[in-house]
């Protein structure tokens, strides 16, 4: 396996609401390659895919039964940004944003063991970011 | 939010067991900054980290018990490789890797509708990754 990772796709229950969460709240650009059932977005090299859940289930050979999880998956995506005041500003802005989208803040900003600054949130479906600060930048 | 991803967590319920799948099964070369309680690899500019799913959980402000799922997490990880054979060799390869892992090939290779070649295999938490070739590079 050659070191690489392409795309993260997160399955979602409402494509629309997941879709307006990222693009409205958290600013991203979405791609013009994004169709009916899938919103694509860039992260530098890699893309961010939003697609229905029932629809990756079906792709990956899984029932949508199976993928379904009582809580949110055990995963998350960390996201830097550049400084201490921008970890929560984000981790604000999102949690402004609660009761539009079901977004939260789960843990709020803190001094991490490693030195950073970091904090977490959900977004509509429960999937987790970590946003950090780096003092190593 | 700029849109960049840094790091991709899997948060894991044996760290010794899903590290030693993602360097022996998948060949990913571990990263000296690896701890006891972490493992680091590089994807090109992103980090894979695998990480005790309490530990990840308390990161969070989440119980482990809320992190804990069903069944696999809804979402995948797609890795390009450079042919149809490539992507048939690969799950293969995981598929035989089953018994000593719990690792397995969820759907065997079969071309997309985008034109593609793809096939998932689950890690031995259950993570889907999507093995593929892209014909247009």
């Given at each position: 396996v050659e070191p690489r990772v392409s795309f993260i796709t997160l399955g979602v229950t409402d494509l629309t609401r997941a879709t307006r969460f990222y693009t409205?709240?958290?600013?991203l650009p979405l791609l013009p390659s994004s169709a009916e059932q899938v919103s694509f977005f860039a992260m530098g090299d890699l893309r961010l895919a939003l697609y229905p859940r029932p629809l990756l289930a079906a792709d990956a050979g899984m029932s949508d039964t199976s993928l379904?999880?009582?809580?949110?998956?055990a995963f998350s995506l960390s996201h830097n940004v550049d400084s201490i005041a921008a970890v929560d500003a984000l981790l604000s802005h999102v949690d402004q944003h609660a009761e539009e989208?079901?977004?939260?803040?789960?843990r709020a900003g803190a001094t991490a063991d490693w030195g950073g600054y970091t904090g977490y949130f959900a977004d509509p479906d429960g999937f987790l970011w970590e946003v950090a600060w780096n003092p190593n930048g």
């Amino acid at each position: 396996v050659e070191p690489r990772v392409s795309f993260i796709t997160l399955g979602v229950t409402d494509l629309t609401r997941a879709t307006r969460f990222y693009t409205e709240v958290l600013g991203l650009p979405l791609l013009p390659s994004s169709a009916e059932q899938v919103s694509f977005f860039a992260m530098g090299d890699l893309r961010l895919a939003l697609y229905p859940r029932p629809l990756l289930a079906a792709d990956a050979g899984m029932s949508d039964t199976s993928l379904q999880s009582v809580g949110p998956p055990a995963f998350s995506l960390s996201h830097n940004v550049d400084s201490i005041a921008a970890v929560d500003a984000l981790l604000s802005h999102v949690d402004q944003h609660a009761e539009e989208f079901g977004c939260r803040r789960t843990r709020a900003g803190a001094t991490a063991d490693w030195g950073g600054y970091t904090g977490y949130f959900a977004d509509p479906d429960g999937f987790l970011w970590e946003v950090a600060w780096n003092p190593n930048g």
